[in-house]
């Protein structure tokens, strides 16, 4: 299956390497930053020419040029895999969403690595109505990725989370936020309430000391932490059930049955599994789950928080 590649900055060589790893057949690649080939990779002078000889393309270009490269590929017919954010504002993702919709027999997929992390994995089907969420993500200041709010730059990973988990309406959305550096929220921290009364408590910041990417879940009878980080996981579950495992702990007059899972340092690479999944929808003709109609929804989310935080820090 050949793919083209749009983009060959920091992340797109990421992605270059990673796709050695799968199936597709890299075509070529379109950077006009670049000219000649790269590690024996031809680099196409024109974006047109790439896109009419792939069969899909991988878009990693900055966010404010995605509407345009997006549009162009799907109006070409070919499937299209676009880092995220999808768009640089509301109203261009929802009309790639549209755009999307025209054209149901292309697969559409946004860059929501975390996905594909494998704490996340770990532990995904174990998740069950949480009832309270916290999440932390911390990152040191880099000068990549400015162009978008630490909301679209970081925290969009853990609203996309999130919503996975919570099949529900959102009620109501708290923020607030702090510009440090840049010209635009560089810390964000909000909460979200939703229809089934559950809560979720997000901070994002990229101005710590410190990295952090960490899920706690609170569900019934159940405790589970996911440290995308450090690629770790641990659930805790109390059981009525006397069990054969576990520790067995006083609550009150009732006996429980403690059970910890974890699931020590994980190994594999989320990049390489998400460019898997997206070749295995194209091959399969099925939509990911990652596709435009998701990501909109989580766009849509990220688009109030950082409305309702520009408006607490008067940005």
Avoid: W
């Avoid at 270009?61 to 999808?86: I, N, R």
């Avoid at 109203?91 to 697969?107: M, R, T």
Wanted: glycine share 4%; net charge negative; hydrophobic share 40%.
């Amino acid at each position: 299956m050949k793919l083209g590649l749009i983009g060959l900055g920091h992340l797109g060589k990421i992605h270059f390497n990673c796709l050695k790893e799968t199936d597709f057949d890299l075509l070529g690649i379109y950077d006009p930053a670049l000219s000649g080939n790269y590690e024996g990779t031809k680099i196409y002078a024109d974006l047109e020419s790439l896109i009419l000889e792939s069969e899909a393309c991988l878009i990693a270009a900055p966010t404010t040029e995605h509407f345009a490269l997006v549009s162009q590929v799907l109006k070409a017919g070919k499937h299209c895999f676009v880092e995220k954010p999808m768009a640089s504002t509301l109203s261009e993702a929802k009309a790639l969403l549209d755009l999307s919709l025209e054209h149901p027999d292309l697969v559409t997929q946004v860059g929501f690595v975390e996905r594909y992390n494998p704490a996340f994995s770990f532990l995904e089907n174990d998740i069950a109505n949480p009832k309270f969420i916290e999440v932390h993500r911390l990152a040191q200041f880099n000068e990549r990725g400015n162009d978008v709010s630490v909301v679209f730059d970081l925290m969009i990973h853990d609203l996309d989370l999130l919503l996975t988990m919570k099949n529900c309406a959102v009620k109501e959305i708290r923020a607030t936020g702090v510009q440090v550096f840049t010209d635009t929220l560089d810390i964000c921290n909000c909460r979200i309430e939703f229809e089934d009364n559950s809560v979720a408590n997000l901070t994002a910041s990229r101005m710590s000391l410190k990295v952090m990417r960490k899920f706690r879940i609170f569900q019934e009878n159940c405790y589970l932490s996911i440290d995308l980080q450090k690629k770790e996981s641990q659930i805790i579950k109390l059981s009525d059930e006397e069990l054969n495992e576990g520790m067995t702990i006083k609550v009150g007059d009732k006996t429980k049955q403690m059970i910890l899972k974890s699931s020590g340092t994980l190994k594999g690479n989320a990049i390489v599994k998400e460019q898997r999944y997206f070749y295995d929808c194209i091959l399969n003709k099925r939509s990911s789950q990652a596709n435009f109609s998701n990501a909109f929804r989580t766009t849509k989310l990220a688009h109030e928080i950082e409305e309702l935080a520009r408006k607490s820090s008067s940005i």
